[in-house]
């Protein structure tokens, strides 16, 4: 054998399958548990991107611009984890063809990264935007801010 990874040979069934089968499920039912006892993780942490606006800009045209920006964010968030979630989907589907060549993997791969490409641009001229907006001591104060909100949303869920 050559030490290149086949799409065939990657499919080969390991005695550890039914561990990771096993992982699996277990992880699908935490994260149901999880669901049923909090909000979006993603939506709780735009609502407090945009308390924190509402606390630090004082004038309330920009404060309402910056939140509009957030909003944006939120929806280019939501944007890559569905492309993720198609481009993991299309994968499973092609590995599972076993007449697949490289080359589609390869296009796949390609069409992938175009993708995140241009959502990694568009979240940077956002956060241009953004940053253009607000003044430096502004921005401190926003960022001072972001670490007490990611520890609490981190902190709750464990019941600490």
């Known amino acids: 054998m050559t030490g290149i990874l086949t799409p065939r040979h990657r499919r080969t069934p390991s005695i550890y399958a039914p561990l990771g089968t ?24 735009l609502a407090d991107a945009a308390r924190n606006i509402d606390a630090v800009i004082a004038d309330p045209v920009r404060a309402s611009n910056l939140r509009h920006l957030i909003d944006e964010v939120g929806a280019l968030l939501r944007e890559r984890a569905e492309e993720n979630a198609a481009y993991r989907a299309a994968w499973r589907t092609l590995n599972a063809d076993y007449d697949a ?11 992938h ?5 241009d959502q990694r641009e568009r979240f940077l ?36």
């Open 22 to 45: 096993c992982s699996a499920v277990v992880l699908t039912f935490i994260l149901l548990g999880c669901s049923t006892s909090r909000s979006d993780p993603l939506a709780d942490h």
């Open 125 to 160: 001229a956002l956060q241009d935007r953004f940053a253009a907006a607000v003044s430096d001591a502004e921005w401190k104060r926003l960022e001072d801010a972001r670490p007490a909100t990611l520890a609490s949303q981190l902190i709750e869920p464990l019941g600490a």
């Open 113 to 117: 990264e175009a993708r995140r490409s």
């Open 101 to 111: 060549t490289p080359e589609a993997f390869r296009r796949l791969d390609l069409d």
